[in-house]
């Protein structure tokens, strides 16, 4: 599945954002064997919202659950991007360096 960035979509910006820290989320599995990520809150860095690519305990994706959520959306974001190093890695040679967690940056739009 890809993923689709929308650069004039709030939430898309902050789902960018929040994959960027991925390095700061917990995971897991749940019992379906789906992976399951602690993604923490940005307003509160010490609460942390349970996601997977498709659900949220988040307020906005229980008022709203019929779209993603920021914290879904960078949950989508980052396992995508997880795939492509791994798909580009088995084509690079062995002395490549590793890439590592939370390669991201936001870089701020100017007109």
């Not at 599995?29 to 659900?55: C, K, L, M, W």
């Amino acid at each position: 599945m890809s993923v689709t960035i929308n650069a004039d979509d709030p939430r898309t910006i902050r789902a960018i954002e929040i994959a960027a820290e991925a390095d700061h989320w917990l995971s897991g599995r749940n019992p379906q064997g789906e992976d399951v990520f602690g993604v923490p809150s940005q307003h509160d860095p010490r609460h942390y919202y349970i996601v997977t690519r498709a659900t949220c305990d988040c307020p906005d994706f229980r008022n709203h659950g019929s779209e993603p959520c920021k914290h879904v959306l960078a949950v989508r974001l980052h396992e995508e991007l997880l795939r492509a190093e791994r798909s580009g890695s088995s084509r690079q040679p062995a002395t490549a360096p590793a890439r590592r967690r939370g390669h991201l940056s936001v870089v701020p739009h100017t007109s």
